[in-house]
């Protein structure tokens, strides 16, 4: 079937604007996980969903951060009121289930950039 | 604190062999990814260990000693199509992953 998907691709934001990410999983995996990565950097782990339900947020950066799943599914991560330092790629990845060793598949990532 | 280390890049040439060591200090042990990532592309998934030893597929093997902290990604046979990053990333008491920077790996001719 098909793979991750996220949407945008690409996007140019002025800072102070709200942001919103969109990641579709491999149907069937209810882990879904969201990462950062900024040029030459490792992955940000940001959170991190089991079904609709978020067990562990600890990563988002601050309250500006926000993720939502539902139906077991899609997840769109927002970002209010952008900042330059949000500049980064975003990733998605998901995997059958959380909580154990389940390789973890990845979407192409949203490219975020914040003028 | 939880740490993934890992050089920050390497040059080999086609045809050679490469290895990219990864020590790390982590809350726990639930086994180790390795994954690769191509620029301007997603990661992939190329190993799991979490007994110690040596796991091989194609001209891709991993190691892990889990007393060391320590777990090495040899490459075989280069070839240009292998110039990318690796990412080592560790599975903690959690079930989360905590990533390395990656390792930058240069072929040349």
């Known amino acids: 079937g098909a793979g991750v998907s996220q949407s945008p691709s690409n996007k140019v934001t002025e800072k102070g604007k709200d942001v919103e990410l969109r990641c579709d999983p491999i149907?069937?995996?209810?882990?879904l996980y969201w990462y950062r990565q900024s040029l030459g950097q490792g992955l940000e782990f940001l959170i991190y969903?089991?079904?609709?339900?978020?067990?562990?947020k600890s990563g988002l950066p601050s309250d500006r951060f926000s993720a939502e799943r539902t139906g077991g599914s899609v997840s769109t991560l927002t970002i209010q009121r952008t900042q330059q330092e949000d500049s980064a790629v975003y990733l998605c990845?998901?995997?059958?289930?959380?909580?154990?060793?389940?390789?973890?598949?990845f979407g192409p990532g949203t490219r975020l950039t914040v003028t | 604190g939880q740490n993934i280390d890992q050089p920050t890049e390497m040059t080999a040439t086609e045809g050679a062999i490469v290895q990219i060591n990864c020590t790390y200090q982590?809350?726990?042990?639930?086994?180790l990814f390795w994954y690769q990532q191509h620029a301007g592309e997603a990661p992939t998934f190329l190993s799991y260990?979490?007994l110690d030893g040596l796991e091989e597929k194609g001209r891709f093997s991993s190691f892990l000693s889990r007393s060391k902290g320590y777990s090495y990604l040899l490459l075989k046979e280069l070839q240009m199509k292998d110039s990318a990053s690796y990412l080592c990333a560790v599975m903690d008491s959690n079930y989360q992953l905590i990533w390395g920077a990656g390792t930058k790996l240069i072929i040349k001719p």
């Open positions: 969903f089991q079904g609709n339900s978020a067990p562990d």
């Open positions: 149907s069937g995996h209810t882990a």
């Open positions: 982590t809350s726990g042990f639930n086994g």
């Open positions: 990845a998901s995997s059958l289930e959380g909580g154990g060793p389940y390789e973890q598949y």
């Open positions: 260990n979490v």
